[in-house]
């Protein structure tokens, strides 16, 4: 089965994604911050096959924990997505600069949020 880490500071969104994850068959692992989300990958039994991460968190944004991510070899082929409510192309550039893989737009439909997942999954091709 897939694993997907989710890291989402927005408590009713981290629900709503968790679930529509869990809907479409897929394993999930949440934080709310950045430090968590290091900490669900110090402490994972397995690494996720994705991580899709919030750039506009507290204590840790988005940008610094791909940074932590991409700086550790361990982890640092994990494709990473990060989503914005802001779709300033500059926040873009700069998070596919320092290595995400892709960058999801909010407020977003499902469609786009399964495409974003299926271009990223490895484990389903």
Do not use: C
């Amino acid at each position: 089965m897939t694993l997907i880490l989710l890291v989402e500071d927005n408590a009713d969104m981290l629900m709503m994604l968790t679930q529509v994850l869990k809907w479409g068959g897929y394993e999930v692992i949440s934080g709310r911050s950045g430090h968590e989300g290091l900490d669900r990958l110090d402490n994972a039994k397995q690494l996720p096959d994705l991580i899709i991460s919030d750039l506009s968190m507290p204590d840790m944004n988005g940008l610094e924990f791909l940074g932590a991510v991409r700086s550790n070899p361990t982890w640092t082929h994990i494709p990473f997505v990060i989503m914005s409510a802001h779709s300033a192309s500059d926040e873009a550039n700069q998070a596919l600069a320092q290595g995400a893989d892709d960058f999801l737009v909010k407020p977003f439909n499902l469609d786009d949020f399964q495409r974003i997942i299926n271009r990223w999954n490895h484990s389903s091709h």
